[in-house]
């Protein structure tokens, strides 16, 4: 930007307004520059606009934070940390409750993955065709399976009886198991 | 460690400003502001003390498009035409005053009418005063992109002027 100007024509001016403005121009560049303001009227009519311009942005004033929204904002900052924050102010995500969410959604997959897995392999077959074995371990995968979706149900406080996961999946699944000695 | 509140105090009228210039609706603004407040007190030491007001500006500005993309995506967004209108500085004449306050209005408005990132730097750039430094930390550019959008943008803000403004209103 500080090179020397080796061709004063409009566009190179145009090109170093900013660094002109800036007072970032050596002094040769600098008096050529100006040297060609005083000769073309086009450039010296935008840079009347961008001395205007800077002038302006001086006189702009910062917009002030109103008081009760930075209190509000420190009181729930602090509440926050105090694991007390209300969320009636807080505004965007909550973690804690992503988190809990997640640690459902991950249940409910597991329930899904192996009460649907075991349905149609208990629901197709006698249970007459399966070892003991096997219906051991039905079991023990679905009562897994049970077990971690009311430990998230615990943790979130959200519980599954009116779902739709517990209509579809965990009465078919309990029906099913239940009759097995 | 959460910061003092001082160091909150000292950054929420940057941050509300921004936002509102940004979003240009005091509501969503104050939104932004308190979720950008919560996250400065939250993060609190972690952030150098220099390094302070970029991470504060970077953070009001990427909470600020994300409020609007979620807004485009809910009910499809139409920029409000509230702007900034109070005269804070000095005591200029009437005459001045009325002169000066028309062209800066003007300016506010090409402001507002700028894309991103070019509106983003303008308003950091001129009207708070970040260092080039403090710009390619806040916007996440480097130095040579910040240096050729910054001169687009005042070369757009410019050229807005000279078609809504006569030659007797663009001169100071």
Redesign the interface.
């Known amino acids: 930007m500080n090179a020397p100007l080796t061709n004063t024509v409009c566009h190179e001016v ?2 170093r ?2 660094s002109y403005l800036d007072g970032d121009l050596d002094v040769s560049t600098t008096v050529r520059f100006e040297q060609h303001l005083n000769s073309c009227p086009d450039c010296a ?2 840079h ?6 800077s ?12 008081d009760d ?2 209190y ?3 009181a ?2 602090k509440a ?2 105090n694991g007390q924050a209300d969320r009636s ?4 995500p909550r973690p804690t409750r992503i988190i809990r969410w997640k640690a459902l959604a991950l249940a409910a997959t597991v329930l899904i993955m192996l009460g649907l897995g075991s349905l149609p392999y208990l629901l197709n077959r006698s249970q007459a065709d399966f070892s003991a074995e096997e219906i051991a371990q039905a079991r023990r995968d679905v009562e897994f399976a049970l077990s971690l979706v009311s430990d998230a149900g615990r943790e979130t406080g959200v519980f599954l009886q009116n779902d739709i996961l517990n209509d579809e999946v965990i009465q078919p699944i309990q029906r099913t198991i239940t009759p097995i000695p | 460690m ?1 910061l003092d ?1 001082s160091v ?2 000292a950054h ?6 921004f936002s ?2 940004l979003l240009r609706c005091r509501e969503d603004a ?2 932004v ?3 950008v ?3 400065f ?2 993060r609190g030491d972690d952030i150098e003390a220099a390094a302070q007001l970029a991470w504060v500006m970077r953070v009001t500005r990427n ?1 600020c498009l994300d409020h609007i993309r979620k807004k485009k995506t809910r009910h499809g967004y139409t920029p409000a035409t509230e702007f ?1 209108d ?5 005591e200029p004449s009437p005459e001045t005053l009325s002169e ?1 306050a028309d ?2 209005r003007h ?2 408005q090409a402001i507002g009418r700028l894309d991103e990132p070019y509106q983003s730097l303008v308003i950091l750039r ?3 005063g970040l260092s080039y430094d403090e710009l390619t930390e806040a916007l996440e550019l480097p130095l040579s992109t910040v ?1 050729v959008y ?2 687009r943008a ?2 757009r ?2 050229s807005a ?2 078609q809504r403004l006569t ?1 007797e209103e ?3």
């Open positions: 145009m090109d307004f900013d009519a935008e009347a606009v961008a001395k205007h311009m002038q302006a942005f001086g006189e702009i004033a910062l917009e002030s934070c109103p929204l930075y509000r904002a420190v729930s900052s926050s940390r102010t807080v505004t965007g | 959460p509140s909150l105090a929420r009228h940057r941050i509300y400003d509102l210039r104050a939104d502001t308190q979720e407040l919560l996250r007190w939250q909470a900034i109070d005269f804070e500085g000095g000066s062209f800066r300016l506010e001129e009207i708070h240096k910054l001169h005042r070369r803000l410019r002027l000279q030659a663009l001169t100071p």
